[in-house]
């Protein structure tokens, strides 16, 4: 099929690859580059690079509403967009264009964890299973009709970063096997029970609350992990917690309870794996410990 690809981040990268392995990728649409890093300079996107070195040309309109975006994508006469990720609402007349529609790869188990974090909120509210769709578009946010799905369990030493991995790969496999079949899959409307919408992850979240349940810490520091970054300060700094586990333990919360970094919540008590200081790199806890004791009885949030 002539395809048109869509997407931006590091998630849509094997999409990306699967597609030009099976058919023919007229354009590749991603965000612009955007100033990063410390010098601040413009850096391509994750898509930009893999479309480049697939040696296919890369789109980076601004948006839609201008004539000339629009004109541009229906010249391309695909038969299929696929979109993963890419971070532009397509207007009507753009989903409209392509002879079979416009499919999106979302990760998530539909119609729970609409919207744009959902492998964070899934891992943050102790779902036991996620997944990936693959939906006809429509105008409404992510609303469309699933064509198939694909699920997983979230173990519990899975974090966002372990999970953002898995479902990619799986997003891949399955738009592969959607286009293989296309005109005998039935689309399935998804129902009005079970809707939630996973919001984009604020930065004013990631601070830990240790008057929480030892499981809630938990799944807040792995959903968190590895950005923004779940944290806490002690003895004076801000400490970034990337992986925990729960174990046993009861004490006065945010209290280290050995010298293991075992610290109490308001009920149980989470064991800290992997912690990572300003201008450090993420460290397990006998390195981190070498360079910044914690003695028990220090308390994490004071």
Known sequence: MRVIFMGTPDFSVPVLQALAAEHEVVAVYCQPPRPAGRGKKDRPTAVQ??????????????NFKGDGACEEFAAFQADVAVVVAYGLILPQAVLDMPRKGCLNIHASLLPRWRGAAPIHRAVMAGDATTG???????????TGPVLLRKETAIG???????????????????????????????????????????KKIDKAEAQIDWSRPATEVDRHI???????????????????????????GAGIAGVVLDDQLTVACSSGAIQLLRLQRAGKGAMVPNDFLRGFPIAKGQRFGA
Do not use: N
């Not at 690079?49 to 601004?62: D, M, T």
């Not at 693959?134 to 105008?139: F, G, I, L």
């Not at 792995?222 to 729960?246: C, D, H, T, Y």
């Open 49 to 62: 690079v893999a479309a480049q070195e697939l040696g296919l040309k890369v789109h980076c309109p601004s």
């Open 132 to 142: 990936v769709c693959v939906m006809q578009m429509e105008a409404g946010l992510d």
């Open 156 to 198: 519990a030493d899975d974090t966002t970063l372990t999970l953002h991995d898995r479902l990619s790969l799986m997003g891949a496999d399955l738009i592969v096997e959607a286009l293989a079949g296309l005109d005998a899959l039935t689309p399935v409307a998804q129902p009005d029970a079970g809707v939630t919408y996973a």
């Open 222 to 248: 792995r959903g968190l992990s590895p950005f923004p970054g779940a944290w806490s300060e002690i003895a004076g700094q801000r400490v970034k917690l990337l992986m925990s586990s729960v174990v046993h």
